[in-house]
């Protein structure tokens, strides 16, 4: 089982930064994707930036390539953190971002939400304009 539980949302002006965090427990495979998907209603989740075990690398939607950074901090007796440092905001990032986590990735896609197991409740980013 695996728990996240995402912090760090909130409103900014465009062109502003903010950083996200998801603190991560419980137990991860050695092959698993970690990742921040985003939602605006009405809309499908969208995958934003994703952190690949065994050095996977990260990746990045072509949206967000230049201005979001994903990593991730590993802690040996505590939780882990994922964390989404989003600088040049635009009003289009306004969304709920979710921290999501895959304990098999290679079961699919890293931008497809169907591919991960377990999901954090959002946290609200809000971009003016």
């Known amino acids: 089982q695996v728990r996240l539980v995402e912090s760090g949302g909130g409103s900014v002006q465009a062109g502003g930064s903010l950083r996200l965090s998801c603190a991560v427990s419980g137990y991860l495979s050695p092959n698993y994707y970690l990742a921040w998907f985003r939602q605006t209603p009405g809309k499908e989740r969208e995958g934003v930036a994703v952190?690949?075990?065994?050095?996977?690398?990260?990746?990045?939607?072509d949206s967000v390539v230049g201005r979001f950074t994903i990593s991730l901090e590993r802690a040996e007796d505590a939780e882990d953190t994922l964390s989404l440092r989003m600088n040049s905001l635009k009003p289009e990032d306004t969304a709920m971002y979710y921290c999501?986590?895959?304990?098999?990735?290679?079961?699919?896609?890293?931008?497809?939400?169907?591919?991960?197991?377990?999901w954090g409740q959002g946290t609200q980013v809000t971009v003016s304009s």
């Open positions: 952190f690949t075990s065994g050095g996977g690398g990260v990746g990045y939607a």
């Open positions: 999501a986590a895959s304990v098999w990735r290679y079961g699919g896609s890293w931008d497809v939400s169907a591919t991960y197991d377990y």
